[in-house]
């Protein structure tokens, strides 16, 4: 059973920093990274990374920059590292894996709110 679980979520101010991780456990993962969902729009990348061969990264260009995404494959583990955090980066954050047959698996979301 695939168990996908995030944390690092909160509240900070804009030009502040938040870390989040991510850790899957329960497959053979080929990539994983983040997709937000601020309220009354559609999900959308933030940024993904490949877990296994080369590593490779997208970013969306709303966040290239200014966060970075880094993984542990020894630990399943992806991180967001979030800077000059902005107020049009608030929202829930989604943790997404993909494992190496395409089968994409979500978690539950962390709020990240930026006060400005």
């Known amino acids: 059973q695939v168990q996908v679980v995030e944390s690092g979520g909160g509240l900070v101010q804009a030009g502040g920093s938040l870390r989040l991780s991510c850790a899957a456990s329960?497959?053979?993962?080929?990539?994983m990274g983040w997709y937000r969902q601020a309220p009354g729009k559609q999900r959308e990348l933030v940024a993904m990374i490949t877990t296994s061969g080369i590593t490779s990264t997208n970013y969306a260009d709303s966040v290239k920059g200014r966060f970075t995404v880094s993984r542990d494959n020894a630990k399943n583990t992806v991180y967001l590292q979030m800077d000059s955090l902005k107020s049009e980066d608030t929202a829930v954050y989604y943790c997404?894996?993909?494992?190496?047959?395409?089968?994409?698996?979500w978690g539950q979301g962390t709020q990240v709110t930026v006060s400005s």
């Open positions: 997404k894996t993909v494992d190496r047959w395409r089968t994409s698996y």
């Open positions: 329960g497959s053979i993962f080929s990539a």
